[in-house]
């Protein structure tokens, strides 16, 4: 099926750095997704893309939809402690009607 | 944003009992909901896509006798967890679409730990 691949698996970075994190796939996403889920709960959305191309900002979020549809990074700016904790990519293949296939995730620990 | 709600947050039954999780759109109708498990330290994997008044589809490897799934209302959908295992322990997760919203994506619920002695 669907794989999506995420890198790094984890990072360790000190209070104030910037963090890049990125997402791969074999397959063409319609639609690329960036969750934040603490320990204990569920996945927040932060950003949501739907074109090629997209570049969207969140605060300090900021991310990209790649041009061939098979990729999509997210950065960081001036990471706090309180961006810790599982990052997720997820994307669906063609509608926002379709579902979300999640990447594995990228650990972010700040150090303070 | 839209919320979406689980109810129990956590669960701790005997092993060969029935597990049922409730997940519900608090403030606006959900025609599709997605049950998801995640076992620690590991990504969400989709369990079965529920549409409201019919059938869930499962996904592949996913025993649908096992876990029953009911979406009778536009808020609702419940995930019964039949004849439960300690294997069946782990993190489920449900998220909810709004029917209204084209290119709205899904927003997930809190989550229920369930844990099978």
Redesign the interface.
């Known amino acids: 099926g669907q794989q999506l691949n995420q890198s790094p698996q984890s990072m360790f970075i000190q209070e104030g750095e910037d963090v890049s994190m990125n997402c791969t796939s074999s397959s063409i996403f319609n639609t690329w997704l960036w969750y934040k889920q603490e320990p204990g709960e569920g996945p927040v959305l932060l950003i949501a893309l739907y074109k090629a191309g997209e570049l969207t900002s969140n605060g300090r979020l900021t991310a990209q939809f790649g041009i061939t549809r098979k990729d999509s990074f997210l950065n960081i700016s001036a990471s706090i402690p309180s961006d810790v904790g599982i990052y997720f990519c997820a994307g669906q293949l063609s509608t926002s009607y379709d579902k979300v296939i999640f990447g594995p995730g990228t650990s972010l620990s700040v150090i303070p | 944003?839209a919320v979406?709600s689980?109810h129990p947050s956590w669960v701790i039954c005997k092993s060969g009992t029935s597990v049922k999780i409730e997940c519900r759109s608090l403030d606006f109708q959900a025609t599709?909901m997605?049950w998801?498990r995640q076992f620690p330290k590991?990504?969400?994997?989709?369990m079965a896509?529920s549409n409201e008044g019919s059938k869930a589809t499962y996904e592949?490897g996913v025993e649908k006798d096992k876990f029953l799934i009911n979406h009778a209302s536009l808020t609702l959908s419940t995930l019964t967890v039949t004849s439960a295992h300690p294997e069946d322990s782990s993190f489920y997760?449900c998220?909810a679409?709004d029917g209204k919203l084209?290119?709205?994506?899904?927003?997930?619920?809190?989550?229920t730990?369930l844990l099978v002695l």
């Open positions: 944003g979406v689980q599709t997605f998801y590991q990504s969400l994997m989709l896509t592949q997760i998220s679409r084209e290119k709205e994506t899904q927003y997930f619920g809190p989550g730990r």
